[in-house]
């Protein structure tokens, strides 16, 4: 259970655990970047939103970028279903690992909660994200998914897709903060040198 200090505020109806307390910050902060995007979010007004005082919000995220990030990450799951959605349009291992690079790239910039952090400047934290064990799980559950035969192209073990995820997202790092390729450039050369690794 949460301290005196906890229940301050929350509109009367405070939260029963710290968990939930944090998920209604998330909340009430992705309601005001939805409504007035974050260069007019302010650690005061997701204050507001939420019912609390500015030190209650303080007490969970100290800094902006780090309810940022938690805003991020719970955008993630909507963005995997996409993603996978997208992948198995596809029909062979090797072209799953290049799409996924190249709708990566397309789409975290744009998506509206995924691209806070870039468009707020802190890259470093989307960098520590992304290369995060939890993400490169999450990745290699998303390439799992895609119905493709991966066993045929040497990819059959927990480690592996694993391994898979990570150069995949590490890819993804590296041509979204040094973009100098044209789509159909970039799936030539990363299905140039990765996709002989996935046929076998």
């Known amino acids: 259970m949460m301290g005196r200090m906890g229940y301050h505020g ?9 968990d939930e307390a944090r998920r209604r910050i998330v909340d009430a902060a992705t309601a005001c970047l939805d409504r007035v995007g974050l260069a007019k979010t302010s650690l005061s007004d997701i204050a507001a939103e939420a019912g609390v005082t500015r030190q209650t919000v303080y007490r969970y995220f100290p800094r902006l970028p780090d309810i940022l990030s938690a805003v ?13 959605r997208h ?7 090797a072209e799953v690992a290049v799409e996924s690079v190249l709708f990566s790239l397309q789409a975290v910039p744009s998506e509206p909660h995924l691209g806070l952090l870039l468009e707020a400047g802190e890259g470093d934290i989307f960098t520590g994200a ?21 066993a045929a192209a040497g990819v059959s073990t927990d480690e592996d897709f694993l391994g898979l995820a990570e150069i995949l997202m590490r890819l993804f790092l590296s041509f979204l903060q040094y973009p100098s390729y044209h789509d159909d450039e970039l799936r030539a050369l990363v299905g140039r040198w990765l996709g002989p690794a996935l046929r076998g």
């Open 130 to 150: 992304v290369t995060s064990p939890q993400s490169f799980a999450l990745g290699a559950r998303i390439l799992q998914n895609v119905p493709v035969d991966w």
């Open 72 to 84: 991020a990450i719970a955008g993630v799951e909507a963005f995997a279903e996409r993603m996978e």
């Open 87 to 93: 992948l198995a349009t596809f029909g062979s291992p």
């Open 10 to 18: 929350w509109q009367g109806n405070p939260p029963r655990t710290e």
